[in-house]
């Protein structure tokens, strides 16, 4: 057995490999590995840690079992049949029981979890808030957490903000603590990706930036490289990178405060400006709709699906 495995070793994957081909961060593998022996590792005389390549197909069906709402420590040590056993007994006992409950109970836990995160938000308590954070991020994997806890509750913020239950000391509390902890995720997928570029942006005077680290955590998934441009990019600097980058895609974050009919013009200049074949994507609380050759996206698992099929780009 030893020999065998020492003769895999140029094919042996490191685990920041392992993280890019499954979508799994580092973080988590590592505390998966601490904390349930799995995915276990071999030693290399070196000391460093090494995995085999037949973990990249039983690790993506841990993550998609965690979607399905199992329990990491369930599963995580599960053998790729028993995975398969675990998704084929959901998916057949969904067909059995009624969707609208089990969907139900579903979203009354994550209301749960974003009222106690909306509670520590309002204390200042950045201890508890951060624990839970990078708690629910290792259970639930980048897109459940983005799709069912980060987005609903930056919407649930932006309510409390508008009616006067949080104030702006608070909104921006919370805001630092999220764009800081995605802006992180989403930077270590990123790294040494040989993918496709895609250009982030925001446009000339948004102050809200939640919108594209969320967006960049999704695509952080995929094989696309990111580019992002953060806060604030001026019309011609954006046309100017999409350009030097040849990116095909440019994915544009629009918030609510900054709103459609500002949005609007600009966008439209942007189309005119790049080649068309460059897709154009917006997202955001302020996306304005119905504009011609500009796809506009605001369903986080609807995004991930259209960036991984390759007939769109």
Known sequence: MLAAV????????????????????????????????SPKS?????GHRRYLPQEIERLRAVARTIKLGFRAGKVVGGTLEELHNLMGFESKRSSRVPHSTESDLLQQQYDSKINQWLDWISEFDEENLNIEIHREWGLQGPLSFITNLASPLITQIGKKWECGDFTVAQEHFA??????FL?????????????????????????HLLGLQMCAVVMSTTDWKIVSLGLDTPEEDIVATVNQCGSPLLCVSVSGWYGASRAKPI??????????RTNIVVGGGGAPDNLDEIKMMNDFDEYYKWLTDPVNI
Not at 42 to 46: G, H, Q, T, Y
Not at 268 to 273: G, I, Q, V
């Open 6 to 37: 020492e003769n895999q070793n140029e094919s042996l994957l490191t685990i920041g490999e392992l993280s890019r081909r499954t979508g799994i961060t580092t973080h988590t593998l590592r505390m998966w590995e601490k904390r349930y022996d």
């Open 42 to 46: 071999i030693r290399l005389p070196s």
């Open 175 to 180: 805001t630092e603590i999220l764009s800081n």
């Open 183 to 207: 802006g992180n995720r989403w930077r270590r997928q990123n790294e040494r990706k040989p993918g496709k570029t895609a250009i982030l942006a925001t446009l000339p005077g948004e102050n």
């Open 267 to 276: 966008l439209w200049r942007l189309r005119k400006e790049l080649n068309r």
